[in-house]
């Protein structure tokens, strides 16, 4: 298994849909973030979970609602989104939310397409 | 405000020819510094990290260099290969708080 797993890898979905996002990491790791990767933009940070508690919320839309129920799992719920939306959705693991001094490990991506 | 740039934007080299790729930051105060590499559809992996006090540091065919002074880094890559194509993101970490700046990312593409 790799070290961070995301589920769908595609997922199409309508703008009155509701859908999540999961991620699942087997390292070990105390920090989870979920970041937007829009084409030709930097990675996006939208949101920190550290020991499941949120610690950071970069005024992302309430659409975008996460869920963290333990240190090893990390859902992002989408509900009502805009095709704007559309983006790779990565999830990243990190020892502790120090993101200074540790290094961040990626999952694979979930590619969301919203018509 | 904490950038990071990233140039060129996209670079087309032929299989086994050198390039370099370049970051320039504004992050202060300046705690490390990451090159990512991307492959198409997937998510970024770490190659090297530098800190402050150092300016070259090698993974395989991969060489990062640091000039604190003047904010700049470079990743050069030596006898490119198509396996090399990808994405490669300069992410920055400032000594104030866990705040990481990403830069857009060079695409490079390696022909054959």
């Known amino acids: 298994e790799t070290g961070v797993t995301q589920t769908p890898r595609h997922l199409v979905m309508g703008m009155t849909n509701k859908k999540s996002l999961k991620c699942e990491q087997h390292l070990g790791h105390n920090a989870m973030y979920w970041y937007k990767q829009s084409a030709k933009k930097p990675l996006e940070l939208m949101f920190v979970y550290s020991l499941e508690e949120r610690v950071e919320n970069n005024s992302v839309p309430s659409r975008f609602s996460p869920e963290c129920p333990n240190s090893s799992h990390l859902f992002l719920h989408l509900h009502t989104l805009q095709p704007e939306d559309s983006a790779l959705y990565l999830c990243?693991?990190?020892?502790?939310?120090?993101?200074?001094?540790?290094?961040?490990?990626f999952g694979e991506g979930s590619r969301l397409t919203v018509l | 405000k904490n950038q990071v740039e990233q140039s060129p934007q996209s670079l087309i080299i032929l299989e086994g020819k050198n390039c370099t790729l370049q970051c320039n930051y504004t992050v202060s105060p300046f705690s490390n510094l990451r090159w990512y590499k991307q492959d198409t559809g997937r998510g970024p992996v770490s190659l090297t990290i530098m800190t402050f006090s150092e300016n070259t540091k090698s993974n395989g065919r991969y060489t990062a260099t640091l000039d604190a002074d003047t904010k700049q880094s470079s990743l050069h890559i030596t006898a490119s290969q198509l396996s090399d194509s990808a994405s490669y993101i300069c992410v920055v970490s400032g000594r104030a708080g866990n705040m990481l700046t990403f830069g857009g990312g060079t695409r490079l593409m390696v022909k054959p």
């Open positions: 990243a693991s990190s020892q502790d939310r120090r993101a200074n001094t540790g290094e961040l490990f």
